[in-house]
Nanobody, 115 residues
Framework: QVRLVESGGGLVQPGGSLRLSCATSGSISSIVTMDWFRQAPGNQREYVARIGPGGRTNYADFVNGRFTISRDNAGNTVYLEMNSLKPEETAVYYC?????????WGQGTQVTVSS
């Protein structure tokens, strides 16, 4: 079992920045990849970014260089640094782990981009 807890969400003005965190516990040695997703009201959950073995990263096209996914040296916490945020990026942001033990999701953290 892997447990994921997101934090760092909140209210930010358009053009502002936030750093989200995803703390992992449990069978973290089984984790192969960590993803960030988001879900806005009335929309499907969409992929944002991934960090995989060796720190290899991947981003959705809409990120366009504004977000950075990273993890701490111990590999227990994954971050999503978000810059130049737009109002349409208001959503609940979720982290997801994947590995031999399966797929696990956190409970999400709310990000609201508004003036």
């Amino acid at each position: 079992q892997v447990r994921l807890v997101e934090s760092g969400g909140g209210l930010v003005q358009p053009g502002g920045s936030l750093r989200l965190s995803c703390a992992t516990s449990g069978s973290i040695s089984s984790i192969v990849t960590m993803d960030w997703f988001r879900q806005a009201p009335g929309n499907q959950r969409e992929y944002v970014a991934r960090i995989g073995p060796g720190g290899r990263t991947n981003y959705a096209d809409f990120v366009n260089g504004r977000f950075t996914i990273s993890r701490d040296n111990a590999g227990n916490t994954v971050y999503l640094e978000m810059n130049s945020l737009k109002p349409e990026e208001t959503a609940v942001y979720y982290c997801k782990s994947f590995g031999p033990r399966g797929e696990f999701w956190g409970q999400g953290t709310q990000v609201t981009v508004s003036s």
